[in-house]
């Protein structure tokens, strides 16, 4: 199996989001599961904010682009064949502002591409290209925003990176949020980690069980594209 771990947060080793996603991959390996690891740090290796020449290059048919166009989308292109070479996501951020740190919505840009991670089919339909891989959002947020919360109404986080995956075929991801820790007394704090990381047991535990088939024959039926 082959997992493409992506952190995003702009802290380093204080950052409680990266330290979930490592402990999840460590868990994982207890329960006996075999992997390998494409590792992305998109706070430090930022994929490109949208520009007026990326965007005319990505709606332009394949065959029409310039030398100039397809230099400006070769890396887009590179990190499309990343997530569809993968068999599984673990994304980890931090909540900023009620939403994404703004690093891995430039990931998201970059990553929704026509004819890579969703084609057209000919009824019409948008057919996102990640349906086959299984998908973890580790989150870590300041506030309380479960349900019942006073804050619950200002998640923008779960909702968005629903939609975005959503259109790109992930129908089913899992979510393990750590809440509250900046804006918690260390009461709060250690028993929000402490929830994160036994939600993470489970995560890892039913991971492990049912391995991903990462076979060419399945790849190519599923994805239905190559870059």
Known sequence: ???????????????????????????????????????????????????????????????????????????????????????????AMPMYNWSMPSAFKA????????GLTYVNADDGRVVGQLSR???????????DLRAGSPYEAMDALTPSLKAAFGFLGVADPTFVDAQPLQFANPEARIEALQRARAELDAVASSWASTPTDSSDETFNALSGVTA
């Open 1 to 91: 199996m082959k997992i493409m771990h992506v952190d995003a947060s702009a802290k380093r080793e204080r950052s409680n989001s990266r330290a979930l996603s490592r402990y999840f991959l460590e868990r994982l390996r207890e329960e006996g599961a075999q992997f390998e690891v494409d590792y992305l740090d998109v706070a430090i290796d930022t994929p490109p904010h949208v520009d007026e020449a990326f965007a005319i290059a990505t709606y332009t048919a394949a065959q029409d682009r310039t030398p100039a166009m397809k230099a400006t989308l070769a890396g887009s292109d590179a990190l499309c064949q990343r997530l569809l070479d993968a068999d599984a996501f673990v994304f």
């Open 107 to 114: 990931f998201i840009d970059s990553i929704t591409r026509t």
């Open 133 to 143: 891989q299984k998908v973890l959002f580790i989150t870590s947020r300041g506030a």
